[in-house]
């Protein structure tokens, strides 16, 4: 191979990490802390990923009844020394919390019962993963919104 074509592969390859061999695009990040785990998202590529945002859902799944549950905790936003890229830690749930409806006759069921407060969401980016560290026993799930393609103008007054 030529010179010119060792360059122009090397350039290609290097912000993809796609070309590297399978598990090294998680080299970067650290590895989990005792009691935790690295949870990871591989998001396919997409038209226009501008357009999309990707929502963690993080949660235990329990028993519960008609109540409104939820967790506390703290997802802090952190990034790999040297290399930019971002990654997200939970070090621990509180909880579960809930309203205090009474509930007659009514059975508890399996679900869900999430980190509270408003939804992470961030940005949608197929060439990395998004990763998640948690404790061993924390459910990491994920949902995809995407934009309209309508635009609006504003009012101006």
């Known amino acids: 191979m030529s010179d010119l074509k060792q360059i122009a592969t090397l350039i290609a390859c290097a912000p993809?990490?796609?070309c590297a061999s399978p598990g090294t695009e998680l080299a970067p990040y650290p590895?989990?802390?005792a009691g935790h785990v690295r949870q990871i998202i591989q998001l396919e590529p997409r038209d226009d990923e501008a357009s999309y945002k990707v929502e963690l859902i993080i949660g235990k799944e329990l028993e519960v009844d008609c109540n409104h549950h939820w967790f506390g905790g703290q997802l802090q936003e952190k990034t790999v020394s040297g290399w930019g890229y971002d990654?997200?830690?939970l070090d621990k749930l509180t909880g579960p919390m809930g309203t205090l409806m009474d509930c007659p006759g009514q059975a508890k069921?399996?679900?869900?019962?999430?980190?509270?407060?408003d939804p992470t969401l961030v940005r949608y980016n197929s060439k990395l993963p998004i990763v998640v560290?948690?404790?061993r026993d924390v459910q990491?799930?994920?949902r995809i919104w995407s934009a309209a393609q309508e635009t609006?103008?504003?009012?101006?007054r």
């Open 140 to 142: 990491v799930s994920y």
């Open 16 to 18: 993809l990490l796609a």
């Open 152 to 156: 609006r103008k504003a009012d101006q």
């Open 87 to 89: 990654y997200y830690q």
């Open 109 to 117: 069921k399996k679900a869900l019962v999430t980190l509270g407060g």
């Open 31 to 33: 590895p989990a802390e």
């Open 133 to 135: 560290y948690t404790p």
